[in-house]
């Protein structure tokens, strides 16, 4: 029998355009690993805060940078939920990184070279055999700059903040809409204008505005280009 062509999905965008949502549809229809590479960040700055190495007044990068031996990181899947939780030197941390304080402080984490070659390290790993989709901000330009098929998702501030407002409030996290959307823009500007691999959309990929797409629609775009793509791999 011949064997089944697997592609790399490389996909990239600004915070909370829904990228993890429309990565881990397309992930489960294929049949295919989702990664989502912002939960590794997450857990470097988690780990971070933990031992007092960021907080408002102080980040010391050097000890973050020598400690980076001491971090393990595993996606392992929960079979209820159906979904990989990211795990921090064997402990469960999925909901300690979704926090606002681990985003007020990640993209400052994601700046540092060294955390970024160690990620995306353990990243290009996962896509040895193929057949992944992973989302993030440097997916199809650093990580996978030969992923078969890259997307890159965009929309308002205003609408990505209230989304993400919306998900803290369900996961019983308490904040305001004016936070969100100040921490929305602030990310995008620290994740667009940093030095060491910039939020920037690779000339190949193929841009979606989703301010005004429901899910449905986008899914069956992405849907019809990943098969499209894989069935010239
Ligand atoms: O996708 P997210 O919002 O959970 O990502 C959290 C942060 O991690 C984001 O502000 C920037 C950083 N990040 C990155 O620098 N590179 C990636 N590939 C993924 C995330």
């Known amino acids: 029998m011949e064997k089944e062509n697997k592609i790399i999905i490389a996909i990239d965008g600004f915070s909370s355009t829904g990228k993890s949502t429309i990565a881990k549809h397309l992930a489960s229809e294929l049949n295919y ?17 933990q031992q007092n ?27 209820e939920l159906r979904f990989s939780e990211m ?10 990184i979704r926090s606002l304080e681990v985003s ?9 070279s060294a955390v970024r070659r160690k990620l995306v390290e353990q990243q290009q790993q996962m896509g ?11 997916i199809g330009t650093v990580v996978f700059p030969k992923a078969e098929l890259k997307l890159f998702m965009t929309a308002s501030p205003e609408k990505r903040a209230a989304r993400r407002y919306k998900e803290l409030l369900d996961k019983g996290h308490k904040v305001h809409y004016q936070e969100v959307l100040e921490n929305v823009e602030q990310r995008d500007l620290i994740d667009s204008t940093r030095e060491d691999s910039p939020l920037k959309k690779a000339d190949d990929a193929i841009e979606f505005d989703n301010s005004d797409m429901g899910l449905k629609e986008q899914f069956e775009r992405v849907y019809n280009l ?4 894989i069935s010239k791999a």
């Open 33 to 49: 690993l989702y990664v989502d590479t912002g939960a590794m960040y997450r857990a470097v700055t988690y780990f971070a805060m």
């Open 128 to 138: 040895r055999e193929k057949g992944l989709v992973m989302d993030g901000r440097d």
């Open 87 to 96: 795990h921090l030197n064997n402990v469960n941390v999925e909901r300690e």
């Open 226 to 229: 990943a098969l499209h793509r």
């Open 104 to 112: 007020n402080f990640v993209s400052r984490v994601s700046e540092v």
């Open 53 to 79: 190495f960021i907080n408002q007044s102080n980040f010391d990068k050097e000890a973050l940078v020598t400690s980076l031996k001491n971090i393990s990181l595993q996606f392992v899947y929960n079979s």
